[in-house]
């Protein structure tokens, strides 16, 4: 299981990952980058290869990128039905980074590609920080002092195993003639459910926006450390709640800033 992440202010853009190539360069001429799902069966680092061969690397489209992958991905279809990647970069004469997520989907053999056009580009008049992540961080919720998400799923899936019996006792019931109030127990447990995911997906979101509020002064340096201190306390909880899931360390870690461009700061081929 690994896990990486991305957080974007004004500053830059930080994106770090547990597992080697799950973060890709486009070239030093670009601020472009490529955050892949590092869970992903896809040969990621071949496919982003391809792509910088058959491109001029003074520039970098997004259609083409796109158009490539219309092209390359179905001799994998094998691997996967859906992956999530996010394209981070600066537009021509920005001086804020942007983010596109992209979800690619594999349907008869055909790559279907839905680009998150409402996107997430880092404005003064819009949103002054960005933080979302691929992978397994899960402990999200305890990593940020609150354990509601951990208490909502322990009850999540209790809820599978009261709807079957719930069901259950309504056909038999059926079968009789079903009374009102088994009906009404039934439907109270459903909407019961719903509530708990509403309130998980609330609660979630609500995390994140306080995340999301501290990041808005992090200068780069900041980014880097907390991104490097999320990934690596996942690591650590999963390792505690599963000793026999090995213990990993953060081992890519790349900045994307107007000044810089794109920078390694963790690597381990390049032992930046």
């Given at each position: ?84 990647i996010f394209c981070v970069y600066y537009e021509p004469e920005s001086i804020f980074p942007v983010t596109h997520n992209m979800e690619i989907r594999m349907v008869n053999n055909e790559v ?161």
């Amino acid at each position: 299981m690994a896990a990486a992440i991305l957080m974007m202010n004004m500053q830059g853009a930080v994106m770090a990952a547990d597992k080697d190539q799950t973060i890709f360069r486009y070239s030093d001429k670009v601020p472009f980058a490529l955050m892949t799902d590092p869970n992903s069966s896809l040969p990621w680092a071949d496919i982003w290869n391809e792509f910088r061969i058959n491109t001029d690397l003074s520039e970098c489209d997004l259609n083409l990128f796109e158009d490539h992958l219309k092209s390359s991905l179905p001799k994998h279809a094998n691997l996967f039905s859906r992956e999530i990647i996010f394209c981070v970069y600066y537009e021509p004469e920005s001086i804020f980074p942007v983010t596109h997520n992209m979800e690619i989907r594999m349907v008869n053999n055909e790559v279907i590609i839905n680009r998150d056009e409402s996107s997430y580009i880092i404005s003064p008049k819009g949103n002054i920080s960005y933080v979302n992540w691929l992978g397994d961080l899960n402990h999200m919720g305890t990593i940020l002092g609150d354990s509601l998400i951990e208490t909502g799923d322990v009850a999540r899936s209790v809820f599978p195993q009261l709807f079957a019996e719930f069901k259950a006792n309504a056909i038999a019931a059926a079968k009789k003639g079903i009374s009102k109030s088994e009906m009404e127990l039934y439907l109270d447990e459903r909407e019961a459910s719903v509530l708990l995911d509403c309130l998980l997906d609330k609660t979630q979101r609500l995390l994140v926006r306080k995340l999301d509020t501290a990041i808005n002064s992090y200068h780069i340096e900041d980014m880097v450390r907390m991104s490097e201190k999320l990934i690596d306390a996942e690591a650590q909880l999963q390792h505690l709640q599963a000793p026999d899931i090995p213990l990993k360390a953060t081992r890519e870690i790349a900045t994307m800033t107007l000044a810089e461009g794109f920078k390694w700061i963790k690597h381990s081929l390049y032992g930046a």
